[in-house]
């Protein structure tokens, strides 16, 4: 089974969102607050190296999707190049997060088209409130006849994946 899984909001959050209401959390990413540009000392949200883990040893393979790429500013008026691309890894290694490979949107590229790409049977990624909801979720622009064979889950940003089962048939019901 093929997983894909959103990281920021969805997995990591920035640093100082720790011991902070999804509320608080949502309005340091929409004030840009420091840390939220700050990529190299996120920090994973609740159990999710746990849940990955435990859906890893079943037989699950995760892909990541990540909100970092080279070609446009991802937060703010950082633009985050090449080099910038690697945090993504030092934070999944940093963490014990399962391996996976870190698609990163490529010039011209959507998140769509990378899920179109991979056709994951599993797509987990948060609602997008800080940055426009559904309008900027990934699943919104998958193609109908690729949508109709992933299971979308969408979690609230910030919120975490603890909830979802741990058992994998139990996920793609």
């Known amino acids: 089974m093929k997983i894909l899984v959103f990281l920021q909001g969805t997995l990591i959050m920035h640093k100082s969102a720790v011991g902070k209401t999804r509320e608080e959390i949502i309005e340091q990413v929409k004030a840009q607050e420091e840390s939220v540009r700050d990529f190299s000392s996120y920090v994973p949200i609740g159990n999710a190296v746990e849940k990955l883990n435990k859906w890893t040893e079943q037989g699950a393979e995760i892909f990541y999707l990540s909100a970092l790429t080279e070609d446009k500013k991802a937060r703010g008026d950082e633009i985050i190049g090449k080099e910038g691309l690697k945090f993504d890894q030092e934070i999944l290694d940093r ?27 599993v797509l987990i990624e948060d609602d997008c409130e800080s940055i426009g909801g559904e309008k900027e979720m990934t699943i919104t622009f998958v193609r109908p006849e690729i949508k109709q064979k992933i299971k979308s889950i969408v979690v609230k940003e910030f919120s975490g994946i603890d909830y979802l089962p741990d058992n994998l048939k139990d996920l793609i019901l």
């Open 95 to 121: 963490y014990g997060f399962p391996a996976g490979e870190i698609y990163h949107r490529q010039k011209g590229e959507s998140y769509a088209q990378i899920a179109e790409r991979i056709v994951p049977d």
